[in-house]
């Protein structure tokens, strides 16, 4: 019975991770990355080997299908939720999945198709435009699974303690938010000669942003904080003041990504004005977290001892 292509990419998955990049078959000496998107409908996890192109210093990969009319299903996932994370070798990082459009998608794909041609081969059997995605990995940090890594422009932080841990968590978050705010002002300002990329980014980046700020605060409702009101009682009427800041966080941060859907068609004062509110609502609530965790969550190491 001939294997499924399923089963096909799971036998490469694991052969992969058994020999530390390596494997063999027809992948065997090429350039291979193993790429986890979450379902844009089930939620659930779900790993694809893929080949890859660096250029320019981007890493990049190319949902063609083998030119088949429909787009795989993992970069309908990643259009769902960008955070996605990369196997590279024997590493493992998070990454902001932002196909590119417009010029920049052309010259990618011109780079893409020098360096592995079997890709304009695809892209003339079908008359589906091949997406090109941009894996835009942060600076430093710690996987979107666990938490969030910092952001691009965030100094490395050393992680010792559950404070260091909250504070990285926090820097990426904010990173985040300055890229979100400044790509809107430069697409609100450019008026009728904006960029025709831009838009797409700045949804992606918004949903990452936004897909990062419920992990994160999912962990802290659902485990940071229980925690924290076991070992010390004394913190649980800020516990509680914190968990109900997360709530009105979640609304706003509903908003903003309703908004951001229809970005071409939105008035840019409203706009600017929701964007305005959810950075000011969400940087006092990091900043209000800091002060009231910071001194309980600076004696817990981190990792915790024996991981």
């Known amino acids: ?11 490469v998955v694991e052969e992969f991770r058994a020999r530390g990049g390596r494997v063999g078959g027809p ?3 090429g350039d291979l990355l193993l790429l986890t998107t979450v379902g844009e409908r089930s939620g659930r996890e779900h790993t694809v080997p893929l ?6 210093g981007l890493l990049l990969v190319v949902a063609s299908a083998a030119g088949a009319p429909e787009h795989p299903q993992w970069y309908r996932n990643l259009l769902a939720r960008p955070l996605v994370r990369v196997e590279l070798g024997t590493e493992v990082f998070d990454a902001t999945a932002v196909p590119a459009e417009g010029d920049r998608r052309e010259r ?3 780079a893409v198709v020098r360096s592995a041609p079997g890709y304009g081969d695809y892209q003339r059997h079908t008359t589906r435009l091949l997406p090109v995605v941009v894996l835009e990995r942060p600076g ?3 996987g979107i699974g666990t938490e969030a890594g910092a952001g691009a422009d965030a100094p490395a932080r050393e992680v010792a303690s559950l404070a260091d841990k909250l504070l990285e968590v926090h820097d990426w978050l904010r990173a985040q938010l300055r ?12 008026g009728a000669g904006r960029a025709p990329t831009l838009g797409l980014q700045i949804r992606q980046h918004c949903l990452a942003f936004c897909q990062g700020l419920t992990v994160h605060h999912t962990g802290e409702d659902r ?16 516990l509680e003041q914190l968990a109900e800041e997360h709530r009105t966080v979640a609304r706003l941060k509903d908003e903003l990504v309703a908004l951001v859907s229809g970005l071409d068609s939105a008035e840019p004062e409203p706009f600017r004005a929701a964007l305005a509110r959810t950075a000011d609502e969400l940087e006092a609530h990091l ?21």
Not at 179 to 190: V, W
Not at 223 to 238: D, W
């Open 1 to 11: 019975m001939p294997m499924s292509s399923l089963s096909f990419d799971q036998a």
């Open 27 to 29: 992948f065997e000496g």
């Open 51 to 56: 080949g890859f192109v660096r250029t320019d």
């Open 108 to 110: 990618l794909f011109e």
């Open 140 to 142: 430093v940090g710690a």
């Open 179 to 190: 890229q979100l705010r400044a790509e809107t002002e430069a697409h609100l300002t450019a």
């Open 223 to 238: 485990g940071v904080f229980p925690a924290l009101a076991r070992s010390h009682p004394e913190l649980r009427g800020v």
């Open 287 to 307: 900043a209000h977290e800091e002060r009231e965790l910071l001194p309980a969550l600076a004696g817990i190491p981190f990792p915790p001892p024996g991981r």
